[in-house]
Structures are given as C-alpha cells and as structure tokens.
C-alpha cells in the first residue's frame, strides 16, 4: 500500500495552465461576433426617476439595443431575498433596472447592448436620465436608525431591516452576580473584498437546441442555473452555468443576482446574439457588494479575577441599500462574539440598517473579524483594567479540551442550527504563541527599545471560525476505461483555492492513484449540478468528505472487480501506482482495464476492450450482462451533509514597532497559531493563511470604502482605495496544530477565512501596547490609519509632544 | 478610420489594425488572442496587464496600440522557452506562489524585467519593485520568496 497522500505537500497541480497565460476566466472565452453590455448608473444615492431618454444613444452607431426597465418583461421584479430569516422583517431587493426611484450611487439604470465595450460604454454616456432633485440621506447608521433621520425605502421605520435578539444562559444574572464590569465601544469600517478580477457574465442562446450557456464568475454556479431556470422559466437542464478560472471572490461572488447575471442572459436570448458584460474596477466598487460597517457596544460583567461571567453586546450593521443576502454577516457576528471563551451568559442585540449605499453581503470573514475585534478588544481592556496580564485574563476564560462539544444554548448560526463547537485544544493554542513569541525575549527587547526612544508594542487576539457548513455538497468519481484517470466532479467551484489539488489527494488516497491522475471538474453545471456554493470556508468540509465517500465506493467497486479479475479474495488486494495487485505477488491489473472490463461492451475497440466483450471468456455467463441494481463502469456518486458547522480556532500575535512622531507601524514579527483540524495540504493551507492575513492587514490599516455624505463614493479605484502592497505584508511565522474535526470522516475543518479576522485585533493590541508609555486612549476603530494614531496621541493628554 | 500597425511579439513579427482609442491591452487580447495579459483596473494601478515594451516594463492598458509601431512586445505567452517553463514560472509552481492565477502573468513578467536589470536583488528591492502588482489571494510572501530563489538560481548559472 503506497503512503497516505491526505497531510503531504503535494505541489498545486492547475498551475502551469495559469503561470504560462493560459488561464480561461470568464473574459478570456472566446465567443465569436459577442455583443458588450454597458450599463448607466444612478448618479445620486435617492432620487427619483422623472424620465429617461435612450433615443440619441440608441442611434448611435455601433448599437444594437439600449434597455429600460420597460424593455425587460418579467425581469422587471425585485431579485430574491436569497436567506429569509423570521427576525428579517422589512427584506427589500433590487430589481435589474431601476423603476421609479434609485437607491444607490451606482445603481443600474438602463444597459445598452453595442458591438464592442468602447461603442457601448460611449452610448450609456449619451442615455439621458432626469432625476428628481437628490432627497436627503443618511449613510451613517447611528443617524440613520434615529426617529427623525431621512429613509431609505419610505415603508421601513428608522431603516430597520432585521432586528435580533439571541439570549444564552441567565446574563442579567451574572451581571448581578460580577465584581467587575468592563464597557467598550467599537467600530468597523466599510471595506470591499476587490478580488482582481472584477466580475463578468457571458452568456449564449443555443436557438435550435433552446440551450443557454451562461459563463459567470460566480462562486455559485449551481445556486445561479437555479435562478437563471426560475426567473426565465426554462427547464434546468436547458441552461448550462459554468464558473470558469475565477479570479478571486472573498464572498464577493456568492451572491446571486447581480443586474447582469440576469440581464445578460435576457440580451443573449433576446437578441440571439452571445452578449458579454465585463465590470471595470470602478464599477466594482459601485455596483458589487460590500461589507462589514458594524458599530458594537460591548459590555462584560467579571469577576475580579478575569473570569467573564456574562456578555451584552448591541450592534448596529450597516446592510446598505438592500439586503439581498439576508442577515447572514450580523449573524455570523453575533454568535462569534462569544469567542473561544466560555463566557456562558450572553445577551446580543443587533439592527440591521439600510443606508443608501452600496449593498452589503459577506466578505471574507463575514461578520467574524468585526465581532472579533469586539471581544478581543475587550479582554485586553479587561485585563488592563483588572492590572492583570492579557494571555492570563484569556486562559481563564478558554475553553477546555475537556468541555468539547461545548454547546452555546438557545444561539442559532447563521445556517439555522445550534452553535456546538466541536472541538479544539485553545490552551495548547496560547501556550505554543507564548513560545513562539519569546515572551521573556520580547520583555527585554521593548524595554532596551525603550531606552532609544523606540516603541516595540506586543499584540495578541484569538478567533474562532465555524466552518464547512451545510446544507450539503456532493462528490461523484468516474475511472476512465482508457487511460485510467480518475475524473472528479463536484458542485461549488474554485476561486483559486486549490480544489484541484486537494480533492485528488483525497481521491489518490482510495484509488491508489497519482494526485495528477485525478482530473477536477467543478464549477460547470454540465459536469455535475448537485450543490450549493463555495461560501463559509466549507469546500474542504463539505465538498471533501462528500469525495471521500464517493472515492470509498469507488475503491469498493475496484477491489470487488479486480478480485473477480485476478481470481483473488478482496482482502489480498492493494491499491497503487494506478494498479490493482495481489498482496506480495506480480499479480495485477491496471485500473483502466478494471473500469474497462466493469463496463460490458459489445466492440472490442482495443486490448483492454477485448476482455469486456460478451465473447471474452471473463464475461460468460448466463446471467444478463449488469446484475440487479449494478451500473456500468467504476463510477459513484456519495452526498455528504454536516451535521452542523465545525469551528476552526487560532490565536495571532504581532511584534510592532510606532514610531510616535511619524505615527508609521513596522510589522517587526507576525505569529499565528492556527487549528483547522486534519490538513489536507499544509502548503495550500499555509496559502489560505497568509492570504487571509493580508487581507487581515488591509482591514486594520489601509482598506476602507469612503462615501461623502450625499452618498458619493470617494475612492471607488485602486489609487485611492488601498490594498495591501507587496511592501506591506511582513513575513508571517506559521504554526500548525491539528485537532481532528468529530463531525466528518476525514476531520477536517475550513480555513479559507480564518487569516483574516483577528488581525485588526492584533494590531491595535500591539500599538496600544507600544504607545503605553504616552498613555494613549484605546484604538477601537479600525483600519487605523498614521492620522488615528496621531488623534489618538493627541487625545491622551498632556506629555504627548514632550516625550518625543 | 483603422490604424496599420507593425509590431513584433514575443519575437514573432505581428500587424494588426486598430482605432486610435483602442488600447494594446485590447488588441493584445481581442485581435491577437493572446489572453494571458489580465485586465484589473484599467488605471495602471494594479498591473495584473504588464508586459514588456521594449525592454520597459509597462501596463498595456495605459499603452494605445497605435503606439506599439515599431516597438518589440513581450508577453506571459513568450516567456517560457517552447515547453521548457522560465526559471520564474518554475519556481512558482514549485513555491506555490500563486492562487487564482489572475494576477500572476503580471507578477511574472514585472519580476522578469527586474531580474534582466538586476540578478542580485534584496527582498526590500523586489518587494518596492512588485508593489505594483496586486495580489489579492497569496499574502505575497511565497511570491517574493519564490522571486528571490530564482534569481539565486540564475546566479549560479
């Protein structure tokens, strides 16, 4: 039996197409004689559509069609609410094309169809759209939830969207009961995840075969056909969505519709002509969805020896415009408060407020770095306020190993079920960072720092991450009779996360396979179309375990055929090297010829054919060529479903230097300690790590959307909104702990997310620590920009410019 | 009224037609089919377009192909030697120092002109060069690691 290929570094085996500049995302499809679709966008955040004028850009020379929401016929409905919720009691979605009044900078207002993009994107510039004067707004949700502030849509008082409350344990009692009371307010700022390929549809009507193929960079190919069938009324087999090479999507992507994912596909049938709409970078910032504005008033009740006996926790969330996506990212937020500590009273209320911006839906971390910042924030305080030393106040708080499954009573997830964290080893988590960091080394560091007029700061916050959530994902496996590769088939689709490397150790594991023998096809609705959708860190979980199983009947299926082949018992068999062997012997047969012969043929097209023919002396029997209930070829399909999600944990910790005058941070050392249970692959789960830090950074220093107070967006481009650069991201000291997952086969966790929710945290730990000796005023905003310090500085009183 | 336009491509010769308003991001891609530059910004802040222009590391979206007469283009298509995969494209694979791919031409070919100026880079060097091309996915650390091993190889050659 050859090694377990599952926990090796395996090398990504999709890359070589992508490193040589043959990698097929959605505008690299070549669809010949394509029309281009550019939309006109709303220029005001609420204002009302007096009249629109499309006849100048409709003689334009080039175009083929310019469309208003009266040119539009069924489609000229609000889009789904996609995840109803009974504490979501005032959902309002968009429709394609705006029909009285707009709602957003950014909306779409009308789309011309024209030759090329130059032609169509000069011809949206020659739509006139009258608009009413712009109405009042307020895009601070603070102002916008208030008894007099203006309205987003007329009918929803104070622009509640959603109004929650989740209770665990008997929190009024133990804040009678606390000796100590910690109270903190924080705040998140707007961000976008800015995947580098913007999004893009393409769509072609097949009108012989009444086919629609549509190409989406989506990571929800499966979720989209079933809209797409829906809203259009076709069958589902008549509509094909592939989710080609997907340039990144951080939940950007999951949300289904956009305008464009809709109308496109209209174009493409009504006009019978393949119809492409690429979104330039500025759009995305106009038109594609956002996240995680969330204001939290925090309150622990302790005793005076750290031990947090209760939380209350009131949020605000700011969902934009419309809340297509449901409540999922306040959700998220408001059971991940409780962090990896055992605080068992809680009381949180949450609000869901529309503003007139752009939408909101998760992005990658959704709702967990906010609601992480929180808490992490608040231990610190605590600990500060009780004179005790930050890692301490924490360990007293963890949970331990021997509580697990440790159960949040009364808290429902954002999937609906129970928060049951399944298992984990969080002190050994805090004692390996400890080490790692040096603590005693750090000590004396910052204190000879500190001699020189520097300022070395240590920072630190836990997290935690449910995972690989349901509902469920399927796998289905197919040996292919002539060359004995395995091909692979499973309903979410990639973004670059390494599915096709990940899924094939899975599979060479119960095949006795080469990895690079396992073909992925995922993403295409044609290949397999079972599924829900990459979101929530799950592929690995979800759609894993679901290949796992399809693998072991696979093998089932190998070693039952081969053993009839080789006239063996079962239990002599191995699987490896592409073969099928008799323990100990030079017995074997490949297993292209087990998947041939598995198939009865009446053509013996080669030699390995020979030998299935219903002449071959193998295949002789009386009996009918498939027995009762048994399919051809060595081909399986297995489902698998958690039963709820499993929780990923780590702890991060950052050495940094401030420098007071300059208010500049220099990332010295970058530490995490990270548990997403078994690792299928360390180097793509080190990939998933550091990405997510770096996307951690953007959050805590550089990345936020700005609007002016009419609702205007202030940076919508990568000059002005910044991304971390390849001069910002320190170098990041990864380690691994592996507590197996007892939910699934394989027991793993996800940790697509994980790197990106407690770096905010870390940071802001890490300069308040640094600027000690200033006694600067708590950072509880974030990103933090040099000019927050400053004000910070500035703020904590007296001495400030004397010290430097 | 269309614009004639000879240039070379990865050492091939090349005409094509062009409006003037067209860029060579565009003609690269539409008329030339070489689909391997990405467009991700169109401003020239994120060179996930980036290409050599005789010798000159550019972002093909801010170059007009009216303005590529004459000039000598290297793309992500012609830096590998038929099969046999550039040093930078090997120690990528090897370094995993790619996720969705979308940006890595650009990073390939940057990191390609700074090696043809300077084989001895220091990581901040490399790091200051690559700061203009963004990557969203990698963290950038495995792409910088795998640029400085290349260039390390390159050097004992």
Redesign the interface.
């Known amino acids: 039996m050859s090694t377990r290929i599952f926990g090796e570094r395996v090398?990504?085996n999709n890359?070589?197409r992508?490193?040589?500049?043959?990698?097929?995302?959605v505008?690299?499809i070549?669809l010949s004689g394509a029309l281009h679709v550019a939309f006109v966008r709303s220029p005001f955040a609420r204002a009302q559509i007096i009249s629109i004028d499309t006849s100048i850009a409709k003689e334009h020379p080039g175009v083929i069609k310019v469309y208003t929401y009266k040119d539009i016929g069924n489609l000229d409905v609000e889009m789904p609410l996609l995840i109803p919720h009974p504490a979501l009691h005032s959902p309002k979605t968009q429709r394609p094309l705006a029909h009285d009044d707009v709602f957003y900078v950014g909306q779409t207002v009308v789309m011309v169809v024209a030759i090329d993009r130059?032609v169509a994107e000069d011809a949206a510039r020659l739509v006139d759209v009258e608009y009413s004067d712009p109405f009042n707004c307020s895009i601070e949700i603070e102002e916008a939830v208030l008894d007099d502030a203006p309205l987003v849509h007329p009918d929803v008082p104070n622009n509640v969207a959603a109004h929650c409350i989740q209770v665990s344990g008997n929190p009024d009692k133990a804040f009678q009961e606390a000796e100590h009371y910690t109270k903190l307010k924080v705040r998140v700022d707007r961000s976008t995840?800015?995947?580098?390929?913007?999004r893009a549809v393409a769509a072609r009507f097949d009108a012989v075969s009444g086919e629609l193929t549509v190409w989406d960079g989506t990571q929800a190919p499966i979720s989209v056909r079933g809209g797409i069938a829906s809203i259009f009324n076709l069958d589902e087999d008549k509509v094909r969505v592939i989710a080609p090479?997907?340039?990144?999507g951080?939940g950007q992507k999951v949300l289904l519709f956009y305008p464009d994912e809709l109308l496109v596909p209209f174009a493409a049938m009504d006009l019978d002509r393949p119809v492409k709409y690429?979104e330039?970078?500025t759009e995305n910032f106009l038109g594609s969805t956002q996240e995680r504005t969330q204001i939290h008033d925090v309150e622990l009740a302790a005793t005076k020896d750290g031990v947090v006996l209760g939380l209350k926790d009131n949020f605000l969330h700011d969902t934009g415009a419309f809340i297509p996506y449901g409540i999922a990212v306040a959700q998220v937020a408001s059971t991940g408060i409780l962090g990896p500590y055992r605080i068992p009273n809680s009381r949180v209320e949450y609000k869901a407020i529309y503003t007139p911006i752009v939408p909101v839906t998760p992005y990658r971390g959704c709702g967990r770095p906010h609601a992480c910042f929180a808490i992490e924030r608040a231990m610190d305080q605590l600990a500060d306020e009780l004179g005790l030393d930050r890692f301490e106040v924490r360990r007293r708080n963890l949970i331990s190993e021997d509580e697990f499954p440790y159960e949040r009573p009364n808290l429902l997830f954002a999937d609906g079920l129970a928060v049951i964290y399944d298992s984990g080893q969080y002190a050994k988590a805090l004692d390996m960072i400890i080490e790692k960091i040096n603590l005693d080394e750090f000590n004396t560091q910052q204190k000879a720092a500190a001699q020189e007029g520097k300022y070395l700061g240590l920072g630190l916050s836990f997290y935690v991450e449910a995972t690989g959530i349901g509902p469920y994902e399927g796998g289905h496996i197919k040996v292919h009779p002539i060359t004995g590769k395995v091909y692979v088939n499973t309903g979410l689709t990639t973004?670059?996360?390494?599915h096709e490397t990940v899924f094939a150790q899975i599979v060479a594991d119960q095949l006795g396979v080469s990895p690079e023998d396992v073909i992925l096809v995922e993403g295409d609705t044609g290949a397999f179309d079972w599924g829900v959708a990459t979101y929530a860190s799950r592929a690995a979980v979800v759609s894993g375990n679901a290949i796992h199983l399809a693998a072991q009947k696979a093998r089932k299926i190998v070693l039952d055929a081969a053993g009839n082949m080789l006239e063996a018992s079962v239990d002599d068999l191995e699987l490896g090297g592409g073969e099928v062997r008799v323990r100990g012997s030079d017995v074997s047969v490949s297993l292209a010829a087990v998947a041939t012969a598995c198939n009865p043929l009446r053509y013996a097209f080669n030699e390995a054919a020979q030998a299935a023919t219903q002449f071959a002396p193998a295949a002789r029997s009386d009996e009918p060529a498939l027995g009762d209930g048994r399919a051809p070829g060595v081909e399986t399909t297995a489902y698998y479903a958690p039963p709820h999600a499993t929780w990923a944990y780590g702890v991060h910790a950052a050495i940094v230097e401030v420098d007071p005058g300059l208010c500049s941070i220099d990332i010295k050392r970058y530490i995490c300690v990270h548990d997403c249970g078994n690792m299928i692959n360390p180097?793509?789960v080190?990939?998933q790590v550091?990405?997510?830090?770096?996307?951690g950074m953007g959050g805590a220093f550089y990345e936020r959307v700005e609007f002016d107070s009419e609702g205007n967006p202030r940076n919508a481009?990568?000059?002005d909104f910044l991304?971390?650069?390849?001069?910002e991201?320190s170098?990041?000291e990864l380690h691994h702990i592996e507590t197996p997952s007892p939910l699934n086969p394989l027991g793993v966790k996800g940790v697509g997310e994980a790197?990106t929710i407690p770096v905010a945290p870390v940071i802001a730990s890490a300069i308040e620590d640094a600027l000690k000796p200033f006694g600067i005023k708590r950072l509880h905003h974030v990103p933090l920009s040099p000019n927050s310090i400053y004000e910070a500085l500035q703020e904590s009183g007296g001495d400030f410019n004397s010290k430097l | 009224m269309k614009t004639h336009i000879t240039t070379t491509v990865n050492g091939e010769p090349e005409e094509f037609l062009c409006e003037t308003e067209q860029t060579l991001l565009d003609i690269l891609r539409d008329e030339l089919n070489l689909t391997g530059s990405k467009e991700g910004c169109s401003s020239g802040d994120c060179g996930a377009c980036s290409i050599i222009l005789n010798g000159r590391l550019v972002c093909a979206c801010l170059v007009l192909a009216v303005e590529a007469e004459g000039q000598k283009i290297e793309t992500i298509e012609g830096m590998a030697d038929g099969e046999e995969l550039h040093p930078l494209q090997k120690n990528f694979l090897k370094d995993a120092a790619l996720q969705c791919g979308i940006c890595t031409p650009g990073f390939l070919i940057a990191a390609k002109a700074l090696l043809e100026k300077n084989l001895n880079p220091t990581e901040k060097e490399v790091r200051y060069w690559l700061a203009g091309n963004l990557c969203r996915c990698t963290g950038y650390d495995k792409i910088i690691r795998s640029v400085l091993n290349t260039a390390e190889e390159m050097r004992r050659k």
């Open positions: 090398q990504r890359d070589e992508l490193l040589t500049g043959g990698g097929r995302y505008d690299d070549p130059y995840a800015a995947p580098m390929e913007c090479d997907v340039g990144g951080f690429i330039d970078r973004q670059g996360q390494g180097t793509i080190e990939g550091m990405g997510g830090v770096a996307q481009n990568f000059m991304v971390p650069y390849a001069t991201v170098q990041i790197g």
